[in-house]
Structure formats: C-alpha cells, structure tokens
C-alpha cells in the first residue's frame, strides 16, 4: 500500500504461505535493480537484483519481476519462514551518476 | 577490511553537542552513500559521493548536517548543535561504480540517542 512520509506499509502472512512484495519506481530511465532484506537492529543485505533487460530472475526461494512498462518492481518469497519477518526495500540506478534510490520499504511479517 | 565499517556503533550524545560519525567503505569503492533511519521506518536519503565528483547533498535535513570523504575513501558525518529529533540509526554504504550493476554494501550503522 502507499506509505505517509516514511511509514512502512506492513505485510503479514502466515508461514508456508508465498509473499510478494510490491515495489514501484521512478526512473524510467533506471537500469538496474535490487531487493535488500534488513532484519531488526542490523543493516540492509542483498537479497537479489535484476538488470532492466530482463523480467524474471530467480534466486533461492525469491524471485524478482520487473514490469518496465509500469515501472513496478516485486519480490516473491516461496514458503515463507518466519526468518524471512524482515523490511524489504527495493533499490533503482539510474542516471548517469549511477546513484542508488532506494524506496520505503515494505515490513513482512511472518505468522507460526 | 572485508565489510562496510561504522563507528561508534552507539552515540548518545547531549542536545546541543556536535557529533561526528564515521564510515570506512569496502576498499576499492568509488560510490558512498548516508542514510538515516528512524526505528520502525524507512531509509531517509541523506548524501551521496561518487569519485571525484560533486556530492550530491540534496537529501541533508539541515545546514547542521555536513558529510565530507577524504582521499575517496573513509568518510564522515558531522551533525552540530544535535537535537532531539537527531535521534537514529545512520547507515553507511558503499559500492562500485560500475556499468554492469552491482549492489551497495551496508555497515551495522551507527545508533545515535541525543538526550
């Protein structure tokens, strides 16, 4: 959902289930994208990320779409675990200075 | 070192007081970002150095808040005369320039508390 300033929108699902989480960006100019899991009191890690010629690209449990078309970003988690209860933000590059906008996060929530 | 290096892992500091804090990048990273994190919130885009080009500040909540790199390498955040609202997790990272893509690299960050 939308966020308010920087609000977290906030995703709960019950374990085993699949999440995805909806990103969407600004550049249609970004070339580049990636999804950081950041876990309490820790920062950010890379998850996965994918280049803007391609739509699918599939990791462990986690997969990314790109929709370029409506510039929409989304990270899929197979069977959920409740390790995955994290902030997940997506991040676009573009521009010629090659600089990193990272969005507002979404929190998933993971029910036992 | 192998990793993103912040210090000091935790600040409290009194309101008023200036503070520094400092990021060491992954050697070899041309690319250094600022962020600033509110508990329970988003990543707030503070400042951003690439090489030797003109950092791009325009995520500085106020002229209280300067960042400087020195020798492109280690960089630090000054925040003077604190106030309350200061209070947050600042993150550092950093990453390679590069036309591939590669990701950015996140420290612990460092918890700042102004009393």
């Known amino acids: 959902g939308e966020s308010v300033g920087l609000h977290l929108p906030t995703l709960s699902v019950q374990e085993g289930d699949n999440s995805i989480i909806n990103c969407a960006y600004s550049n249609s100019a970004s070339d580049y994208f990636i999804w950081y899991k950041q876990e309490s009191g820790k920062g950010p890690q890379f998850i996965i990320d994918i280049r803007s010629n391609m739509d699918k690209r599939q990791g462990q449990r986690v997969t990314v779409l790109l929709n370029k078309t409506v510039k929409h970003l989304s990270l899929q988690i197979a069977a959920t675990q409740p390790g995955d209860s994290a902030v997940y933000f997506c991040a676009e590059r573009g521009g010629s200075n090659y600089k990193l906008t990272f969005g507002k996060g979404t929190l998933l929530t993971v029910n036992p | 070192g192998a990793g993103v290096s912040q210090s000091p892992s935790n600040k409290v500091t009194e309101k008023g007081k200036d503070v520094e804090l400092r990021c060491d990048p992954i050697?070899?990273?041309?690319?250094l970002y600022w962020y600033r994190q509110s508990l329970g919130q988003g990543l707030e885009f503070l400042i951003y150095?690439?090489?030797?080009?003109?950092?791009?500040k325009s995520g500085l909540p106020s002229d209280r808040f300067s960042a400087e790199r020195t020798g492109g390498s280690v960089s630090t955040l000054t925040i003077q005369r604190t106030q309350q609202e200061d209070s947050a997790v600042y993150l550092c990272?950093?990453?390679?320039?590069?036309?591939?893509?590669?990701?950015?690299?996140f420290g612990q960050g460092t918890r700042l508390t102004v009393v």
């Open positions: 990272a950093s990453s390679i320039r590069y036309r591939g893509g590669t990701e950015a690299f």
């Open positions: 050697s070899g990273h041309t690319a």
């Open positions: 150095f690439q090489g030797n080009s003109a950092p791009d």
